[in-house]
């Protein structure tokens, strides 16, 4: 149990937002970034697919996502703007990368979201 925790204290002090999904885009947790970007606590994000957290126009790009990195087989970067509750949005590089399980089996996606300082980024 303290390695867990400790896990997850680790997560949560990484400003750059981190979750993982299953291989059917079902959310199974992330840090406290993704929550914060979500606005709600993480027990109501689990068990939630792109589709029921976000925008149809937003979701749907995710999706795709996960699917051409999941049927390569390899870790894929794309940027993206993301959109807070209050309106702030964030330019960010999304690494996806194979969720890879005790087995050596991929069980789904894990992903990290790192801002793009808005001086770099293109406007949307």
């Given at each position: 149990?303290?390695?867990?925790e400790?896990?997850?204290t680790?997560?949560?002090?990484?400003?750059?937002?981190?979750?993982?999904?299953d291989?059917?885009?079902?959310?199974?947790?992330?840090?406290?970034?993704?929550?914060?970007?979500?606005?709600?606590?993480?027990?109501?994000l689990?068990?939630?697919?792109?589709l029921?957290?976000?925008?149809?126009?937003?979701?749907?790009p995710?999706q795709?996502?996960?699917?051409?990195?999941?049927?390569?087989?390899?870790?894929?970067?794309?940027?993206?703007?993301?959109?807070y509750?209050?309106?702030?949005?964030?330019?960010?590089?999304?690494?996806?990368?194979?969720?890879?399980?005790?087995?050596?089996?991929?069980v789904g996606?894990?992903g990290v979201?790192?801002?793009?300082?808005p001086d770099?980024?293109?406007?949307?």
């Open positions: 149990m303290a390695q867990l400790t896990i997850a680790a997560m949560n002090s990484i400003p750059d937002i981190i979750f993982y999904k291989t059917q885009g079902i959310c199974r947790g992330g840090n406290t970034a993704w929550s914060n970007l979500l606005g709600k606590p993480l027990d109501q689990i068990g939630k697919s792109d029921d957290l976000f925008p149809e126009v937003m979701a749907k995710f795709s996502y996960d699917k051409a990195m999941l049927a390569s087989g390899k870790p894929t970067r794309n940027n993206e703007w993301l959109v509750l209050n309106g702030k949005k964030v330019y960010v590089e999304t690494l996806k990368t194979p969720w890879i399980g005790k087995d050596g089996k991929v996606v894990l979201c790192h801002e793009i300082k770099f980024a293109i406007k949307p």
